[in-house]
């Protein structure tokens, strides 16, 4: 084997293993409620949001591009934004080691913003599973349901008795659910996972 094709293969590892760690960093089972209640902060943070959070997430590939204010995963939903000022140290230094590994970057101004993203062949998405599990978690913390109004928007929160939030959020999962193109079994699986981590729904 030359010296050449083995820096390129050892360069090869390199990035897939920065990959899976920046994809770690905020999309695994541990972090991914995080990422996502951070993805809803520009929103009015409502079912309508998450909802549309969860769309995005199942239709999208995960793409690392950023504006000036943070992460955009999803670069078709520029809205969803995780800002930097909300990352811990070890994301904000995963971020950095993969745009090192990667490159080549688009650089592009909208508007009065900047966004950058680097470019990737690899194509990698949420897993539906924990799409379900983030989005179970955070209906259960309670968010707020948006309506209109002839006079405006009201804005109510979902109940805080126990037994009637998790009916609202049984049934506003299954609109998620239905509302997203998911492989199948992810719903079951995310339930063992809620049982796993004792979320009752």
């Known amino acids: 084997m030359s010296a050449a094709l083995a820096t390129q293969e050892h360069q090869a590892d390199d990035y897939t293993t920065c990959t899976d760690s920046w994809l770690h960093e905020f999309f695994s089972e541990e972090r991914i409620v995080h990422t996502m209640q951070h993805l809803l902060q520009g929103t009015t943070y409502s079912v309508d949001d998450l909802c549309r959070l969860c769309v995005a997430a199942s239709q999208d590939h995960v793409v690392l591009a950023f504006n000036l204010q943070g992460l955009m995963p999803f670069a078709n939903h ?7 000022a909300s990352m811990s140290l ?5 971020l950095r080691r993969q745009c090192r590994a990667m490159p080549d970057a688009m650089v592009c101004e909208y508007d009065v913003d900047v966004y950058v993203l680097k470019l990737s062949e690899e194509q990698v998405a949420v897993d539906h599973t924990l799409l379900l599990f ?20 009201m804005c109510a929160y979902l109940t805080e ?17 239905h509302a997203c193109s998911l492989r199948r079994g992810a719903l079951q699986e995310a339930m063992k996972l809620l049982q796993k981590h004792n979320v009752r729904i």
């Open 78 to 84: 520029p809205e969803f934004v995780f800002p930097f």
């Open 134 to 153: 983030a989005a179970a978690c955070i209906l259960l913390r309670g968010l707020s349901q948006t309506r209109a109004l002839d006079r405006g928007i």
């Open 90 to 94: 070890s994301q904000i230094q995963t």
């Open 161 to 177: 008795k126990p037994d009637l939030l998790a009916h609202h959020a049984n049934a506003i999962l299954f609109q998620i659910v």
